[in-house]
């Protein structure tokens, strides 16, 4: 069990998102989005056995699931064309994004040039720009979670969780799964 602003979170979802969420915020900022496929545990188990000696109590909880790091993302311009090439085997049970971004109030998204270079500069000097991390995590069954970490309020007890943060994302990853 995992306990997040005194309250006790049971969910494997849930633990699965806090803890890649963790592992990556570990590694720091200013880092490029990273790709986790969540498997149930006690499958992964069967198929490597030799990886019991490193789970914890936790890790081996009825319904937990460990997440994989998918590394050698293709390079793209576009996070859509990344998304809308995930395609996951049967033995993965969900999976986990996390990307960095940098947010505005409304009113300075309004005033945006439509060249995208020049966008992406203006956002970065603007005075209330918040850069944040956001992971988002899925299962087949299409439960989900996203959490945010800002950087000027970075620690573990002060990453925002919840459903709808960011629906778009949400989808992109749930239509993952679909046949």
Known sequence: MVVVNSQPVIDPLAIAALDTE???AAA?????ARLFALVRTADLLQREPQLRGQMGPSDLAEGALTAIEQEGLPTTSSLETLLGRLAWPAEVDGCAFAIERMVVPPEAERELPSRGDDAVD???AHPDRKDVRLLVAVLRDGSSI???RQRDHDSDDAVATGKDIAPGLV???KASFED
């Open 171 to 173: 989808e992109a990853l």
């Open 146 to 148: 996203c959490l945010l």
């Open 122 to 124: 203006l956002l970065a």
């Open 28 to 32: 720091g900022w200013d880092q490029p």
């Open 22 to 24: 963790r592992h990556v």
